[in-house]
């Protein structure tokens, strides 16, 4: 069974910065291309980032774009999200999310497109 369990949210000043990871366990990690999400109060889930089966290509939301790295860690099961000039408008829960299918792309970015996601971390960002 594949299990996704974030940490590192937490609370920052505005122009702080966070480390996001997210530990997989339950299958061959390095198969398949991994996402983050979030979603603010009263608002829908949306697309942050993804990465790759083999990490060579990335993609993010053009509200995180050059503040935001995406990174994974075959040898841990890890991916992580490295946040910096953080923005009261970043504040929400952010989920990590994996697929079905191996050996993709990081070019879904549909909530629809992910099949399992973790419980989610806190982001709270500080005017």
């Known amino acids: 069974q594949v299990q996704l369990v974030e940490s590192g949210g937490g609370l920052v000043q505005a122009g702080g910065s966070l480390r996001l990871s997210c530990a997989a366990s339950?299958?061959?990690?390095?198969?398949?291309?991994m996402g983050w999400f979030r979603q603010a109060p009263g608002k829908e889930r949306e697309f942050v980032s993804a990465?790759?089966?083999?990490?060579?290509?990335?993609r993010y939301a053009d509200s995180v774009k050059g503040r935001s790295t995406i990174s994974r860690d075959n040898t841990k099961n890890t991916v992580t999200l490295q946040m910096n000039s953080l923005k009261p408008e970043d504040t929400a829960v952010y989920y990590c999310?994996?697929?079905?299918?191996?050996?993709?792309?990081?070019?879904?970015?549909?909530?629809?497109?992910?099949?399992?996601w973790g419980q989610g971390t806190q982001v709270t960002v500080s005017s």
């Open positions: 339950g299958r061959t990690f390095s198969n398949y291309a």
């Open positions: 999310a994996t697929r079905r299918i191996k050996f993709t792309t990081a070019q879904a970015t549909a909530v629809g497109d992910y099949d399992y």
């Open positions: 990465i790759s089966w083999t990490g060579g290509s990335t």
